[in-house]
């Protein structure tokens, strides 16, 4: 749907007449209520990549793979590679009763019922005050604006900086929770996942969530400050044109990465864009597999920094932070107050955080 279209659709939807009103009881009435009323906090809550669209990408593309691999590319609970019929190739029992697919849906719910009391006062000031930071910066150091005329051009780059820009800062901030201790107790959460689902992308501790927040918001607000001096502050129509090219690619990259069927892209589009295939090897425990492969939609960050890891055709990948402690984190509770019951013994120790992943994976708990 264009633009203009999608805004008078929703203008036409909120000046439409309210349908004629059924005669109901107030028991149905009120079992009414409670139903719409349930579906609209799934509905406000539920993540952009978690919408039937998506998923429906997501199952589509799983078919596709299974016909030309002849039911070959889908992984057990186990990490490893074996054959199966469609239905379980696609909807693998093993997977979806896994205590750690459990456990995704409650972590989930708590982090979004805590969102509302960060979320608003973060998304309020990182954005804007580095959007203005950069805007003065820039007319400081270069001048006024230059005024130029937004064109198709500028829009596909001005997406395609903001990209890359969102991208790196993603980068930075998920190589830090892996090597400073204090933070990977935190992003631990995330790797205590001994499955994968499409859900396992949101399982993340409470404390993460402003964490990657701020990230995003603060490469939006410093390229959104460079093309609103470039074009004397009139880049509505390219900020909306983002909205579109952000949901579409981070959309369906976001469930297929963590779902259990492999999708491999050409090794030499794996050096420039992050397959699916490539977050299964984030997520194994063997230790050639850990701090690779940390950015979210392009290679190029792994690749300048030396953590890119593309990964063979049907590689083994156990999921999970390791037999050796993995017991510690399986359950709700113990996710839940892990990153605390790290620290405590970090401070009791005298543990001095130390860089290194050999030291964050194998000196905590
Ligand atoms: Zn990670
Ligand atoms: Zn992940």
């Given at each position: 749907?264009?633009?203009?279209?999608?805004?008078?659709?929703?203008?036409?939807?909120?000046?439409?007449?309210?349908?004629?009103?059924?005669?109901?009881?107030?028991?149905?009435?009120?079992?009414?209520?409670?139903?719409?009323?349930?579906?609209?906090?799934?509905?406000?809550?539920?993540?952009?990549?978690?919408?039937?669209?998506?998923?429906?990408?997501?199952?589509?593309?799983?078919?596709?793979?299974?016909?030309?691999?002849?039911?070959?590319?889908?992984?057990?609970?186990?990490?490893?590679?074996?054959?199966?019929?469609?239905?379980?190739?696609?909807?693998?029992?093993?997977?979806?009763?896994?205590?750690?697919?459990?456990?995704?849906?409650?972590?989930?719910?708590?982090?979004?019922?805590?969102?509302?009391?960060?979320?608003?006062?973060?998304?309020?000031t990182v954005g804007p005050s580095a959007e203005s930071a950069?805007?003065?910066?820039?007319?400081?150091?270069?001048?006024?604006?230059?005024?130029?005329?937004?064109?198709?051009?500028?829009?596909?780059?001005?997406?395609?900086?903001?990209?890359?820009?969102?991208?790196?800062?993603?980068?930075?901030?998920?190589?830090?929770?892996?090597?400073?201790?204090?933070?990977?107790?935190?992003?631990?959460?995330?790797?205590?996942?001994?499955?994968?689902?499409?859900?396992?992308?949101?399982?993340?501790?409470?404390?993460?969530?402003?964490?990657?927040?701020?990230?995003?918001?603060?490469?939006?607000g410093?390229?959104?400050?460079?093309?609103?001096?470039?074009?004397?502050?009139?880049?509505?129509?390219?900020?909306?044109?983002?909205?579109?090219?952000?949901?579409?690619?981070?959309?369906?990259?976001?469930?297929?990465?963590?779902?259990?069927?492999?999708?491999?892209?050409?090794?030499?589009?794996?050096?420039?864009?992050?397959?699916?295939?490539?977050?299964?090897?984030?997520?194994?425990?063997?230790?050639?597999?850990?701090?690779?492969?940390?950015?979210?939609?392009?290679?190029?960050?792994?690749?300048?920094?030396?953590?890119?890891?593309?990964?063979?055709?049907?590689?083994?990948?156990?999921?999970?932070?390791?037999?050796?402690?993995?017991?510690?984190?399986?359950?709700?509770?113990?996710?839940?107050?892990?990153?605390?019951?790290?620290?405590?013994?970090?401070?009791?120790?005298?543990?001095?955080?130390?860089?290194?992943?050999?030291?964050?994976?194998?000196?905590?708990?």
């Amino acid at each position: 749907m264009a633009l203009e279209d999608q805004q008078k659709y929703l203008e036409i939807e909120a000046s439409a007449e309210p349908a004629a009103t059924l005669l109901v009881g107030p028991l149905s009435e009120t079992s009414q209520e409670i139903g719409s009323f349930i579906w609209q906090i799934i509905g406000d809550n539920l993540p952009r990549d978690l919408h039937w669209q998506f998923l429906a990408i997501t199952l589509v593309i799983a078919v596709f793979i299974w016909l030309v691999r002849k039911g070959h590319g889908s992984r057990g609970a186990d990490g490893r590679e074996r054959p199966a019929p469609l239905l379980k190739f696609l909807f693998p029992k093993d997977i979806y009763t896994h205590i750690s697919a459990r456990v995704d849906i409650w972590l989930w719910i708590t982090e979004r019922v805590l969102r509302p009391l960060w979320f608003v006062g973060l998304m309020a000031t990182v954005g804007p005050s580095a959007e203005s930071a950069m805007i003065a910066s820039l007319q400081g150091i270069i001048g006024a604006s230059p005024g130029l005329e937004v064109n198709y051009g500028w829009m596909l780059l001005y997406s395609l900086i903001t990209l890359l820009c969102y991208d790196f800062i993603f980068f930075i901030i998920h190589y830090t929770m892996h090597k400073v201790p204090v933070l990977w107790a935190v992003h631990k959460v995330h790797h205590s996942a001994e499955v994968l689902t499409p859900l396992t992308r949101y399982r993340e501790h409470f404390l993460a969530g402003p964490i990657w927040a701020a990230g995003s918001s603060l490469s939006y607000g410093l390229v959104g400050g460079v093309f609103a001096w470039l074009f004397g502050g009139d880049i509505t129509a390219a900020t909306l044109f983002n909205i579109g090219f952000f949901s579409l690619l981070f959309g369906f990259n976001g469930s297929f990465r963590h779902y259990h069927v492999q999708f491999n892209y050409p090794r030499w589009l794996s050096l420039w864009l992050h397959s699916p295939a490539m977050h299964h090897i984030h997520h194994s425990y063997l230790e050639p597999h850990w701090d690779k492969n940390f950015a979210a939609v392009t290679s190029i960050w792994d690749r300048l920094f030396g953590t890119l890891y593309v990964p063979e055709r049907d590689e083994y990948t156990p999921w999970g932070i390791g037999p050796k402690t993995q017991s510690e984190h399986r359950t709700y509770w113990q996710n839940t107050l892990g990153p605390f019951n790290d620290w405590y013994k970090m401070v009791k120790k005298g543990d001095s955080p130390q860089a290194g992943a050999v030291t964050t994976r194998k000196s905590i708990s």
